[in-house]
DNA sequence: CTGTTCCCATCGTCTATCGATGGATGGTAA
DNA sequence: TTACCATCCATCGATAGACGATGGGAACAG
C-alpha cells in the first residue's frame, strides 16, 4: 500500500538561510555544503543537488556568495562559494526574520 | 517614504498546520481563522484570504475538516469550518514534523 | 442610499523545491 | 588496464504553494 512517503526534507524558504550560515564556517564547494547540512542536523535536512545549484545560483546573483574554482581535497576541480560582506549581512538579516516568525508559530501552537 | 515593510508574512508550508491548530479551538469561518492568527501571533502572520481558501480547499479535499453553513454572530451568511477526527491525528503528525524541522535548523544555525 | 465591514471565492503569476537526468574526473580494486 | 564507484558540477520539467488582484453579496450605520 504505502504509498508512504519520506515526509519533509526542508522547510521551503529556508534554504537560502542554511546555505548562508553554512558558508559562514568558510568557503565550501556545494556537495560539501549539502553533506555538512546533512550532518550538523543530524540527517533530518537533506537537500538535494537539484535544490541546492538553483539556490547557489541565486544567491551569486545577488551578490550575496562569490564563487571560485579550485581543488578539493581529493583534487577533483571544485567550485569554492564564500560569503560576501553583503551575504553576512543577508544572514544577520534572514536569521531574525526566520527566529520572528517562527517564535510567532509557537504563539500559535500553544495557545489556549 | 517608505513604509516599507513586510517582507515576509508566512513560512511556505506552514499554512495548514497553523490552520489546523486554530480550529482546534472550535468551528470557526474564514474570516475569523485569518482574524485569530494575525491576534494570537502580535500580527506577525499575516494570512491573506487568496492563501487562506485554497488551503481551506485542501483540507477539505484531505477529509481534514469539515464544512458547514451557518449564520456568524452579525446574522451574516458564513461557512463554519470544523477539525474532523482525521484532521486532529493529522495535526498532531504535523506539528510534531514541524518541530523537528525546526529543531534541526536552529542546529544547523547554532553550530560552531 | 451609500459606504463600510464582514464573508465567500477564483484566477493568474511567481517563486521554489524536487525527481530525473547527464557529464566529467579521480581513486580503487579486479 | 579496465571497470567501477564516489565525488562534483549543472539543467530541465513538473508540481506545489502563497499572493495580488478582483469580484460578488449581505448586514448595518450614517
Same sequence: chains 1, 2.
Avoid: C
Avoid at 547540512?37 to 537533506?46: A, I, R
Avoid at 546573483?61 to 549581512?89: C, D, I, M, P, Q
Amino acid at each position: 500500500m504505502g504509498t508512504d512517503k519520506p515526509p519533509a526534507e526542508l522547510l521551503p524558504g529556508t534554504l537560502d538561510l542554511l546555505i548562508l550560515r553554512t558558508l559562514l564556517v568558510g568557503p565550501m564547494h556545494g556537495y560539501g555544503i549539502a553533506a555538512r547540512l546533512k550532518l550538523v542536523s543530524e540527517d533530518v535536512l537533506q537537500v538535494g543537488e537539484s535544490s541546492l545549484y538553483p539556490a547557489l545560483q541565486r544567491l551569486l546573483l545577488k551578490g550575496w556568495v562569490r564563487a571560485e574554482w579550485g581543488a578539493s581535497e581529493n583534487k577533483r576541480r571544485a567550485r569554492y562559494y564564500e560569503l560576501t560582506a553583503a551575504g553576512k549581512r543577508q544572514l544577520a538579516a534572514e536569521r531574525e526574520e526566520f527566529a520572528r516568525i517562527v517564535a510567532a508559530i509557537w504563539k500559535v501552537l500553544d495557545m489556549a
